[in-house]
Structure formats: structure tokens, C-alpha cells
């Protein structure tokens, strides 16, 4: 019969369908399985790369630093030993990211730098690591290649005894002697592969019960809509089948059935027929749900899914809850606002007397969204490549930003803006390096942070009331309006800075006094270290150049008090007592 021929089609149908699921859940999931290795092996791959690209930008800025006082030595500023002096006193007390710190040996294995120790004047060519590998011997080796090179070796962290590894890079500076030298454990990269791998196993196990969840749902959905489809067609050839039985047994009392319900025209009542029922009957907000108050509908940020909830307290929660340093690395975005407020608060919470400077540092790669590292305290550093909306580091607290363009970008970093609108907006505390240029209203009610940036929109410094900021490019207009303390070095390479300074409350001089040249060069020396700014670089090595075209900003009444402060100190008061007796003595007139 048609009745068992359609429903034999529709079987094989049903069957062909089944198949070919099964067969795209399984492709789907061995296709998961292969991109998801290659796409790990590419994560590994960058996370060593980078930490080589790191460690080797960081010992070429040292190199920098030799070859600027060697360029001096040979002016006759020093003699050789002075020089060499001279910088290694200056590489001793570098240090960069996660504690990291230089050493420096010659040729033959006598070391001149590590960290101010016993080891310093001895000779280590023969060192070995805990495999017996003479490292020391490598290292020097490495380093007198044409562009240095690296080393691995394996050593128990401070206070352990288990060996962990470590990588170093390493280079030489001939006019010395000197190869000089950075590396750090390398097993938080490993820690990190291992997190990702982790993540990912999570989210292809995820995805493969997603899969299948999606096929058993195709293949219900298929069978029922099958299903339907045989009721609808053997349901009418039974109808069928039973009428034409009844006319085979010649019975024809039964009636076929027939549309019972139509509409009444014919209404008795005149008046009836003028009752108009339309707006009743037909209601326009049938079915639709209208819009009101509800207090229990409480509105949801959406807090956790915030970097900070989703990440940052979940990689970090272990070395929170110790105190123990601790990196990572992760990709962001603009729409990521205040990445890092969060966790500084759980800092600030656990730790409220702050943690030691670069406890935590979270290396950021992309575009920072509005708010980045605001309210931060000390212990956090956040170091992005890419660039930041407004108020970059709003209402720092002792945290530490840094941010520097891409490698391998075609533009200069000094000509170009990376930070958005009100950068540091009322920062306390603190410190940022930013390689380019910063929007309107940098450091706006700043009372204590430090800032090195290479120029700045107008209103720069705006109502200042303490801190230090080093402008190493143009500023805007209206500089330092209401700016009533703390103090700004702005190099003024064209002579017009004057044109832009707002001089109501401050005055603007010449950096001459030693200290004030130290305070200077020194924050240079950060910025470069930080972000390997060529500007900054071009600066240290002719500082004498450029001394004589820095500008320093410093407010009336600052002034006045500063020098009340001293008087009081060289009458024998200290330091709190000296600043108590200057603020009665301004008030007094």
C-alpha cells in the first residue's frame, strides 16, 4: 500500500540523516582536537619568545648605558677606570619586571657586578649549576657572539632545594671587556603553558559535549518532525479507509462532518446591531508585556565577566592569598574598562599597608580600555603593549604602569598619542612611564604620583597638588593651571613653552641644582628601562645637550614652602616638626 511505502522512505530518510550526524560530530571533534594542538604549540612559541625578546631589549638598554659613558670617557670627561666604575655602580642598582636585576663579568670570568656580594672581584669561569654544567663558561661564550646569546641552566630558588630553570641572555661590550648579562626562572612560563593547556582541555571537553548535545538534539528534533510527518499521512488514509469500508458495507447512515461554526448576519434587535464591541474584543495589547518597575529587578554589571573576576583572581588567587610574586600575560581589549581595579581592591583589602613594589605584574597585549589600572595600589604593576582610552590610571595608589607601542611599528612613539583624555586623574601615589604622547588633562589633580610621558595634550598638570611629572616632548596650552604643588621637568627643545604655560600660580627656571639634575636623569633612566623609549635613549646619551633645554615647573606657594621646610630643618627640627613650624609660619605671612 502508499501508506507503507511513504513510511519506508521516510525510514530510510531517518536513517541517512542519523548517519550523517554522527559522522559530522565525529569530524567536528577530531578537527577540535587538531587545531587545538596547533594552536597551543603557537601559544608556547610566543610565551618563550617573548620572554626572550624581554630579557634581550633589557640588556641592550644596559649596553646603551656603557656605550654613553664610554662616548663621555672618550671626550675626556673620565678617565677608563672611572668610567667602568661609573657604570657599574649604574647597572648595580638597575632593576626591571619581576625583580630583575644585571651582572656583569669579563672575559676571563672575573665578575664586576651582582648585586653588590662576596662574588663581586672573584673569578667564576669555572661555575657550575646543579647538573655540573660550567653555566658561567656558556654565558661568557654566548655573549662574545656577534648579537649575544642565550643560555639555559637550572638552579634552586632562594630558600629552596629544588632546582627550577632558568634562562639567561647575555652580550658584549668590547671597549669594557665586559659581558654583560639578565635571565630569571623560566618555570612561571612553563606554569602558564601548563594553565592554558589546562583551560583549553576544559573548553574542548566542553566543546565536544556541545557537539554531541547539538547532535542529539538534531537527531530528536528530526525524528519528531518525522514522526509528525507519518501521524499526518497515515492519519487521513485510515479516515479514508474506514469511509470506503462504509460504502463497501452499503451503510450510508452516518453523516460526513461539516462546518459548524459561521457568523450570525442576521440579528432580530436593531439596536444590536449598532453595539459596537471592536474596542473590547479587539485589544491592541493582547499578549504584548508591558514595561514597569520592578524592585526586585536589580540591574546586573556584569561583574564577573570582567577580566579582573574572570582572570585575574583566578591565576592569582593562590599567590594573593601568599603574598608571593607572581606574572602573567593576557590579551585585552577596549571594551575591558578598569582592568585591574578589582584585584587592587582585593589587594588593598588582604594587604592594606600595600605589598613590595612588582609582587604582581600583568603583562597586558592590546588596547587598554577606559580606566586602565585605575585606583591600583602597590604591589601591581600593569605593563601594556598597544595603546589606552581616557583615564589611564585614574586615582593611582602606589601601583605602577608602564606602556610602550608594539615592536617593529613604523611610526615614532614620541610623535604619536598611546593614552587617552585625563590620564592619572587625582592619582596619590605611584608611578608611570609611557612611551608617546598623552591626551588632554595628564595628571589633572595629581597629589603624589610620579610620571615620565613624551608629550601631552592642554591643561597638562591641571590643579597639581603634589608629585613629580618629566614631559620629554611639546606640551598643550594652559599648562599647569591651578597647579599649587609637586613639580614638573618639561623639555623645551624650541624655546616656546612659555607661549603654553600658564603662569598665574608657578614659575619656570632652569634645572641647575645637582639634586634636581639627579631626580631628573635618574626618572630618564626608569622610563627607558621600562619601555625602551628612543627618545629617552637619545636624551641620555647627549644629556649635556639637553640639560640646557629642560624647563622646571614649580608652583609659588610650593616654592615658599619648600624653602620654609629647609629653614626649619637647619635649626635642628625634624623632618615632620620642620613641615608643621613651615605651614604656621606661610599662614602667619
Known amino acids: 500500500m502508499n501508506n507503507i511505502k511513504v513510511r519506508t522512505k521516510l525510514v530510510i530518510v531517518m536513517v541517512i540523516a542519523l548517519i550523517a550526524l554522527a559522522l559530522c560530530a565525529v569530524i567536528s571533534n577530531t578537527s577540535l582536537s587538531g587545531l587545538g594542538n596547533n594552536a597551543l604549540d603557537i601559544i608556547e612559541n610566543d610565551m618563550r619568545s617573548s620572554y626572550d625578546e624581554q630579557i634581550k631589549a633589557q640588556v641592550d638598554n644596559v649596553i646603551s648605558l656603557c656605550q654613553s659613558i664610554y662616548n663621555r670617557y672618550e671626550k675626556g670627561e673620565y678617565t677608563l677606570d672611572e668610567a667602568k666604575k661609573l657604570a657599574a655602580d649604574q647597572i648595580r642598582d638597575l632593576r626591571y619586571g619581576n625583580n630583575g636585576y644585571f651582572w656583569v663579568d669579563t672575559y676571563d670570568g672575573t665578575n664586576v657586578v651582582l648585586l653588590g656580594n662576596d662574588t663581586e672581584g672573584t673569578n667564576r669561569m669555572d661555575a657550575v649549576d646543579t647538573n655540573g654544567f660550567a653555566y658561567m663558561q656558556a654565558i661568557i661564550n654566548a655573549g ?59 573548553y574542548e571537553s566542553n566543546s565536544r559535549m556541545a557537539i554531541i548535545g547539538i547532535a542529539v538534539v538534531m537527531e530528536v528534533i528530526l525524528i519528531s518532525v518525522l514522526t509528525l510527518i507519518t501521524i ?31 457568523r450570525k448576519d442576521d440579528i432580530e434587535y436593531s439596536r444590536a446591531k449598532e453595539v459596537d464591541l471592536s474596542r473590547i474584543l479587539d485589544n491592541p495589547y493582547e499578549g504584548v508585556k508591558l514595561a514597569g518597575y520592578n524592585a526586585k529587578e536589580v540591574y546586573d554589571f556584569k561583574l564577573d565577566e570582567t577580566v579582573d573576576e574572570s582572570i585575574l583572581l583566578k591565576k592569582l588567587k593562590s599567590a594573593l592569598n601568599n603574598g608571593q610574586k607572581k606574572s602573567i600575560q593576557l590579551d585585552v581589549s577596549n571594551v575591558n574598562r578598569t582592568l585591574g581595579t578589582i584585584f587592587g581592591s582585593e589587594i588593598t583589602r588582604k594587604y592594606p599597608d600595600g605589598l613590595p613594589e612588582d609582587t604582581f605584574t600583568i603583562s597586558c597585549n592590546g588596547s587598554g580600555g577606559q580606566s586602565f589600572g585605575a585606583f591600583i595600589p602597590k604591589g601591581l604593576t600593569l ?45 596619590t601615589s605611584g608611578k608611570a612611564f609611557i612611551n608617546g604622547i598623552a591626551g588632554e588633562r595628564f595628571c589633572v589633580r595629581n597629589s603624589g604620583a610620579t610620571a615620565v610621558v613624551e608629550g601631552t595634550g592642554d591643561h597638562g598638570c591641571e590643579y597639581m597638588t603634589g608629585g613629580c611629572v618629566v614631559v620629554l616632548g611639546p606640551t598643550g596650552k594652559n599648562f599647569a593651571a591651578g597647579m599649587s604643588g609637586g613639580i614638573a621637568y618639561v623639555l623645551d627643545e624650541d624655546r616656546s613653552f ?73 635649626k635642628g627640627l625634624n623632618s615632620e616638626q620642620a613641615q608643621i613650624e613651615a605651614f604656621y609660619a606661610n599662614i602667619r605671612g
Open 144 to 202: 662574545k657572539q656577534e648579537d649575544g646569546g642565550f643560555t639555559d641552566y637550572v638552579f634552586p630558588r632562594e630558600g629552596e632545594t629544588e632546582s627550577s630553570p632558568k634562562r639567561a641572555y647575555s652580550k658584549a661590550f668590547e671597549p669594557f671587556g665586559w659581558v654583560l648579562g639578565t635571565g630569571n626562572y623560566t618555570d612561571d612560563i612553563d606554569d602558564d603553558v601548563l594553565d592554558v593547556k589546562n583551560e583549553f582541555s576544559s
Open 232 to 262: 499526518s499521512i497515515v492519519k487521513p488514509l485510515k479516515k479514508s479507509l474506514a469511509h470506503i469500508e462504509e460504502i463497501a458495507q452499503g451503510d450510508f447512515s452516518k453523516e460526513f462532518e461539516q462546518d459548524l461554526l459561521k
Open 383 to 427: 605593563e601594556l603593549t598597544g595603546d589606552s582610552n581616557d583615564y589611564f590610571g585614574k586615582g593611582l595608589s602606589g601601583g605602577k604602569l608602564i606602556v610602550y607601542p608594539p615592536q617593529g611599528v613604523q611610526f615614532k612613539a614620541e610623535d604619536n598619542i598611546i593614552i587617552g583624555n585625563v590620564a592619572l586623574y587625582g592619582a
Open 498 to 570: 612659555y607661549k603654553r604655560l600658564n603662569k598665574e600660580l608657578v614659575s619656570f627656571e632652569d634645572v641647575s641644582n645637582k639634586y634636581d639634575v639627579l631626580e631628573l636623569k635618574g626618572l630618564i633612566q626608569e622610563h627607558v628601562a621600562y619601555t625602551n623609549s628612543e627618545k629617552g635613549k637619545r636624551i641620555l646619551d647627549h644629556f649635556s645637550e639637553y640639560l640646557p633645554k629642560f624647563k622646571k615647573i614649580v608652583p609659588h606657594d610650593y616654592r615658599r614652602m619648600m624653602n620654609a621646610i629647609v629653614q626649619m630643618e637647619e
